[in-house]
């Protein structure tokens, strides 16, 4: 399924998440994997979180029905996913990074296999249209 232009942007930034999530998992190298994970983050990461909890969630929730369980999820995930990446410190451990990749890998497959179908099933055409715009200006005014 062709993913709708609301999520699109968002979907493309999956990808490199799981690029990061894939050399996290592979890597024998800790500190670089670490080092590379916190580039990510500084560069796209920590904006698509919030991206996702205070434009997609909210404006979700105001032309649809959220699903209250799949929204919760997110929210969990999300918290897990900061709290690995603090944990890494200053000298990360292999097992650390892995688990860090291992979560971000499978933080996006539910997002991308069950969330945004879920909203893509909610919302009409013209909402997926508002919601669009509201994921493009919070992504243009970062």
């Known amino acids: 399924m062709k993913r709708s232009e609301a999520l699109r942007s968002l979907s493309r930034e999956h990808h490199q998440a799981l690029t990061i999530a894939q050399e996290l998992r592979r890597s024998d190298d800790p500190e670089r994997a670490a080092a590379r994970f916190?580039?990510?983050?500084?560069?796209?990461?920590?904006?698509?979180?919030?991206?996702?909890?205070?434009?997609?969630?909210?404006?979700?929730?105001?032309?649809?029905?959220?699903?209250?369980?799949?929204?919760?999820?997110?929210?969990?995930?999300?918290?897990?996913?900061?709290?690995?990446?603090?944990?890494?410190?200053?000298?990360?451990?292999?097992?650390?990074?892995?688990?860090?990749?291992?979560?971000?890998?499978?933080?996006?497959?539910f997002e991308e296999r069950e969330l945004f179908p879920l909203i893509e099933a909610d919302l009409g055409a013209a909402e997926l249209e508002q919601l669009a715009r509201a994921v493009a200006e919070a992504e243009g005014s970062q």
Request: no cysteine.
């Open 38 to 109: 916190h580039e990510f983050w500084g560069r796209e990461g920590a904006l698509h979180f919030r991206i996702e909890e205070e434009v997609l969630l909210p404006t979700w929730e105001l032309l649809g029905t959220v699903d209250a369980e799949a929204a919760a999820r997110l929210a969990r995930e999300h918290l897990e996913l900061r709290t690995a990446a603090l944990a890494l410190g200053d000298e990360p451990s292999l097992a650390a990074v892995r688990e860090l990749g291992d979560k971000l890998a499978a933080h996006v497959r």
